[in-house]
């Protein structure tokens, strides 16, 4: 059984493999070109999805057809292209022309997930022992399509990773004269308000000490965000101890979950599913 519905990986694989550059089956420089063949791009791409979807190692999900040595490579490989953020970037750009994105009401919120094996962007979490954690400062758009995350040690206070988050916005291209942040009580400060003024934001921030449901405002979108993307084993719990490998998980997840999901509400295609993803 596949990890994900065919009516989904064949589009999703068909722009992927439009960004991969053209390799030759044998390497040109063997002496008899009868060298073992080149393992083919879409058996890793299938064990990309299987290592994000359930978030095992890379030992257990290697088979005959691919190695786990082949998978990290490859990955590697991709990484140094920018083929996972260009995918990305495509999606949030086709998401934007057919169903449109709410970029005047846009939420920042930080989430911490555990992270075992440590790596470059970990720190002791304040809510989990002290154990190795990874937080990331998530910003959505006013429907919650993730549209960027900055990644921090989770001892890291949400306050401070607030402007790096909103640097973010200035990938997105045009943006609306009048945009609104939403934001919660651990932003609620001062600086917090002279960043956003200075940028020509305006905050909608909730008050420290004061109680209130979080649908008061439309910051519930971030956090469904979040509950989204912990629904891949491999980001709820990583491994991964560089921050570009763990960018490009966030990259795939994003455009698997969040933007298809969306575009089931609005509109038809062949073979879309009677439910939605």
Not at 194 to 212: D, T
Not at 250 to 273: C, E, K, N, Q, Y
Request: with cysteine.
């Amino acid at each position: 059984m596949p990890v994900l519905p065919s009516w989904l990986t064949e589009p999703l694989w068909d722009q992927f493999a439009l960004l991969l550059p053209a390799r030759p089956v044998y390497h040109p420089d063997h002496p008899l070109g009868c060298h073992r063949r080149r393992i083919s791009d879409r058996i890793v791409f299938d064990k990309m999805l299987q290592l994000l979807r359930f978030g095992c190692s890379y030992q257990a999900i290697a088979d005959t057809t691919c190695s786990a040595t082949t998978i990290r490579s490859r990955r590697d490989e991709w990484i140094r292209l920018g083929v996972f953020a260009e995918f990305k970037r495509i999606a949030l750009e086709c998401y934007d022309r057919i169903v449109g994105l709410v970029l005047d009401r846009i939420a920042v919120d930080g989430a911490i997930t555990k992270a075992p094996g440590g790596g470059e962007v970990t720190g002791h979490s304040p809510v989990d022992r002290g154990k190795q954690g990874l937080k990331r400062s998530g910003m959505t758009d006013g429907y919650g399509i993730p549209l960027g995350r900055v990644l921090a040690g989770a001892n890291r206070h949400d306050s401070p990773l607030l402007a790096p988050t909103l640097d973010l916005l200035d990938d997105l291209g045009p943006l609306p004269d009048d945009i609104t942040v939403h934001l919660d009580a651990g932003y609620d400060s001062d600086k917090t308000r002279a960043l956003l003024a200075e940028r020509g934001l305006h905050g909608r921030i909730a008050h420290k000490g004061e109680k209130a449901p979080i649908q008061a405002s439309q910051r519930w979108h971030v956090e469904r965000t979040h509950a989204w993307q912990n629904a891949f084993q491999r980001l709820a719990r990583c491994y991964e101890r560089r921050a570009v490998v763990i960018d490009a998980f966030f990259d795939l997840a994003d455009t698997v979950r969040s933007v298809i999901r969306r575009a089931w509400m609005t509109h038809r295609w062949d073979g879309r599913p009677h439910r939605r993803p």
